[in-house]
């Protein structure tokens, strides 16, 4: 017999289910937060990106409190399954987030696997990675025709409103 | 004839006492008496002691009441904001004092139906619960071999009076495990004087480790989600039972971020708002 609500209704509950529990969840998402670490951008499914992305940020302002810091080093010595990721994160990336309190990740979606599932899949990365970005910058050329003709306009217009000041 | 001889041994006998009295300048009537009998040297009254009231306070230590600190919730700011005013107004004509979980208290309430329409109730504050307006504590003691637990509400416009007759900490923050304890831990006299303690100081953690009655218990004490440190599981439980408690433990819960929420900075900011209202 149900006796309580609390374990239908989901008002407020921050963590999704993943996996086979809360254990699984847990080793599931350190295993993409070593993925993401080593790796600095990786591709998965969209909910898993969604729930590493906060975990990766929090492990950020950890590493930045410094490693003789002793919480900070149990937390990177859990969530880090690979040891020799350890001084990458601590001396590399909370170096290159120092100025920054917040927002370390980007997170884009990506077309829908190719298998039967047709996941929805996501790309989540480090800002400040050495790969091409995730959204290409559109550079304009200013050596179009049209661009070139509307630089005249522009600057024609900017010549008659300064005549008309002088006048 | 009679009545004089009377009178005039009472007066006698008042003499008697008024050259007996202390030798003050005060007392102008036996003044007379001072030249008269010059024994004892004149003793100068003791000087009344100033305290500095300003400093006093300063020294007292302010903590700030659990139920101020906000849960996390998706609510808006102002809803909390407008509670803590509620708050202060109400602390400030009715004295809360501070207390943790496992001092004994004394309560007085209103009550329709007793004598004298009040209600008085000593126990030990159980466990604190409710944040806001509605903060409750749960206070247990043991009357006539039956135990009663009261949950009182500590911003009840019933509420006349709290008195803290001993302040001090447990080992844990929620008693309830003293329901399966022995009697004697939660029985409290109802005539108990106040304890002393030292209003500069942190509150003194009492290490008391309890013993409980036979097994079974209301609720699995051992397990390590409720995490007590206060009962002495060592007389109740073989080492394997406890190991067996131990799987269900859930160690990656130490190490999870989302359960994390640090309160310290909005404690800070919340404690400087109550003070600064709560002087003016």
């Not at chain 1, 993925?35 to 990786?42: A, F, K, M, T, Y």
Request: charged content about 30%.
């Amino acid at each position: 017999m149900r006796l309580t609500l609390r374990a239908l209704i989901s008002h407020g509950r921050v963590a999704r289910k993943m996996g086979l529990g809360p254990e699984s969840r847990i080793n599931l998402l350190r295993n993409l937060l070593t993925g993401l670490v080593r790796h600095e951008r990786i591709e998965t499914g969209k909910a898993r990106a969604d729930e590493v992305r906060f975990y990766a940020e929090k492990l950020i302002d950890y590493a930045k409190k410094g490693d003789t810091d002793e919480k900070a080093m149990k937390l990177a010595d859990f969530w880090l399954t690979e040891k020799d990721l350890i001084p990458k994160l601590f001396k590399v990336l909370a170096v290159r987030f120092e100025n920054q309190t917040g927002g370390y990740t980007n997170m884009a979606r990506l077309p829908n696997r190719e298998n039967l599932d047709r996941a929805a899949m996501a790309v989540l990365e480090y800002k400040g990675n050495p790969f091409p970005p995730l959204y290409p910058v559109k550079r304009v050329s200013e050596l179009n025709l049209v661009n070139q003709l509307l630089k005249g306009y522009r600057e024609e217009k900017a010549q008659m409103a300064t005549e008309k000041k002088d006048s | 004839m009679a009545a004089c001889t009377r009178r005039t041994r009472e007066m006698m006998g008042l003499l008697g006492i008024l050259r007996n009295l202390p030798h003050n300048e005060r007392f102008l009537s036996t003044s007379v008496m001072r030249h008269a009998s010059d024994g004892p040297k004149f003793t100068p009254p003791t000087k009344p002691v100033f305290t500095d009231k300003a400093q006093e306070e300063a020294s007292v230590r302010r903590v700030l009441s659990p139920e101020f600190i906000p849960p996390r919730q998706r609510t808006d700011q102002i809803k909390f904001y407008i509670e803590r005013k509620d708050m202060i107004q109400r602390r400030k004509v009715f004295k809360i004092p501070e207390f943790y979980v496992g001092s004994i208290l004394a309560v007085t309430m209103t009550d329709p139906h007793a004598s004298g329409n009040l209600n008085r109730f000593v126990g030990i504050c159980t466990q604190r619960s409710g944040k806001g307006l509605g903060a409750t504590f749960i206070l247990r003691n043991v009357i006539d071999g039956q135990g009663v637990e009261i949950c009182y509400e500590l911003y009840s416009p019933r509420m006349r009076k709290i008195e803290v007759l001993k302040l001090e900490k447990r080992l844990d923050d929620n008693l309830m495990y003293l329901r399966d304890a022995l009697p004697e831990y939660s029985t409290f006299d109802f005539d108990m004087q106040p304890v002393h303690y030292e209003l500069t100081k942190d509150a003194p953690v009492n290490p008391l480790k309890v013993k409980m009655k036979p097994k079974p218990w209301s609720k699995r004490w051992e397990r390590p989600k409720f995490d007590i440190k206060g009962i002495r599981f060592d007389l109740y439980l073989t080492p394997e039972q406890m190991e067996h408690a131990q799987k269900w433990g859930q160690p990656w819960r130490e190490y999870d971020m989302l359960k994390e929420y640090d309160t310290s900075s909005l404690e800070k900011k919340i404690f400087e708002e109550v003070e600064e209202n709560l002087r003016k």
